[in-house]
C-alpha cells in the first residue's frame, strides 16, 4: 500500500509542480554523469569495438550508481515511517513527466501563436534530439506532438508501471535507463558505438509500456471522443514503422486519432535519419490545436493509467 499512496502523491505532485528548472532533480545529476564518461571516451582514440564496449561500461556505471543510491536511500529512510514516505512520494514525483511535458509544448503553442518560429525552433530544440533550425510552422507542430505522444509512454506510462512493480528505486533505474538512450542512443556518427547498448537496452526496458500506451492512449481517445476507430487501427498498422520497436505505438495513435500524418526524415546532428510515415495522408495540416489536443491526450492516459495500474496491484500484491 506504500508504494501505491507514494505514486498517487508523487503523480499528484508532478501535476501541480512540474518540473521547476531550479530544483534539484535526480535526471540532471544522471545527466551530468552520463556527460562527464562520454566525454572521456570520445577524447580517447578508441576503435569502434572499444567504443560499444565502454558503452556497455557507461550503461552499467550509471545505472548501477542510481540503483545502488536509490536502494539506499530507501532503506536507510524506512526506519522512519514519514521519512520513507516523504523521500518515496519525492523520487516517485521525479520519475513522472506530465505537467513538464505540457508545459514545454505549451511554450511552443505560445509562440507559435505569435508567428515567433524562430523561438518556437529553439524552444522545440530543448526537448527533441533531432536538427530543428530550418522547421516550418507544420513541422514545428508536427514534431511537437510526435515528441509529446512518444514522451507519453516513457515520461509517464513506463515510469508508472516500475514504480508499482518495484516502487522507487526500480522507477530510477528505469530512469537512468531512459536517459541514457535519450543522451547517446542516436544512430549517428557520434553516438552509433558509444550509445549502442544504451539504445537497446531502453528498448527492451519500454517493450511492454509502449505497447501498454497504445491500448491506454487508445482508449483515452474513446473517452475524449476523438476519432477512437482510426486510433486504433492506425496503431495497429502502423506500430512497426519507426527504427526504434517502441516509439510508433503512441506516435501512431495520435496520427489516428487527428487524422495527420507523423514521421517521415529528420535530421540529427547533420545527419538525415529516414523514418516511415505513420498516419494516412489526409492532407491535413498540424496546427497548434492538434498540439494542443496531443496536451489533452497526454493527460487523460495518465489519469486512466494511474487508476488502471493501481487496481492491478491492488488486486494481485
Not at 521525479?94 to 518560429?117: H, M, N, Q, Y
Not at 523561438?119 to 530544440?125: G, I, M, V
Not at 530543428?132 to 507519453?152: G, Q
Not at 516509439?247 to 517521415?264: I, K
Request: proline share 3%; hydrophobic share 45%.
Amino acid at each position: 500500500m506504500n508504494i501505491i499512496l507514494m505514486t498517487i502523491f508523487g503523480f499528484i505532485l508532478d501535476l501541480i509542480l512540474g518540473d521547476p528548472y531550479s530544483w534539484p532533480h535526480p535526471v540532471k545529476l544522471m545527466g551530468k554523469l552520463i556527460d562527464v564518461i562520454d566525454k572521456k571516451i570520445e577524447a580517447g582514440d578508441y576503435s569502434p569495438k572499444k567504443q560499444i564496449h565502454l558503452g556497455i561500461w557507461m550503461w552499467i556505471i550509471v545505472v548501477g550508481t542510481t540503483g545502488i543510491l536509490t536502494g539506499l536511500i530507501m532503506y536507510l529512510a524506512h526506519f522512519n515511517y514519514w521519512a520513507y514516505m516523504i523521500i518515496g512520494t519525492y523520487l516517485a514525483y521525479t520519475t513522472i513527466s506530465v505537467k513538464g511535458l505540457a508545459f514545454e509544448a505549451r511554450k511552443i503553442i505560445k509562440s507559435l501563436k505569435k508567428d515567433d518560429i524562430k523561438t518556437a525552433r529553439y524552444q522545440l530544440s530543448m526537448i527533441v534530439g533531432r536538427t530543428t533550425d530550418d522547421l516550418n510552422e507544420e513541422e514545428i507542430s508536427k514534431a511537437t506532438i510526435e515528441t509529446i505522444a512518444e514522451n507519453t509512454s516513457d515520461g509517464v506510462i513506463a515510469p508508472l508501471m516500475y514504480l508499482l512493480i518495484g516502487g522507487p528505486v526500480l522507477a530510477m533505474i528505469y530512469k537512468a535507463v531512459n536517459t541514457l538512450d535519450s543522451m547517446v542512443g542516436y544512430k549517428n556518427t557520434r553516438f552509433k558505438n558509444i550509445g549502442e547498448a544504451s539504445a537497446k537496452i531502453d528498448d527492451v526496458f519500454n517493450f511492454i509500456p509502449a505497447r501498454l500506451t497504445w491500448v491506454l492512449m487508445t482508449f483515452a481517445t474513446l473517452v475524449m471522443r476523438l476519432n477512437f476507430k482510426e486510433a486504433w487501427q492506425v496503431g495497429k498498422r502502423d506500430h512497426n514503422k519507426h527504427r526504434s520497436p517502441n516509439s510508433a505505438y503512441p506516435e501512431s495513435v495520435v496520427a489516428g486519432a487527428l487524422d495527420l500524418q507523423l514521421g517521415g526524415p529528420h535530421v540529427y546532428f547533420g545527419d538525415v535519419v529516414k523514418k516511415p510515415f505513420i498516419g494516412n495522408d489526409s492532407g491535413k495540416t498540424a496546427t497548434v490545436k492538434d498540439i494542443s489536443k496531443t496536451i489533452q491526450i497526454l493527460y487523460v492516459t495518465a489519469c486512466i493509467t494511474l487508476v488502471v495500474f493501481c487496481a492491478i496491484r491492488l488486486i494481485f500484491v
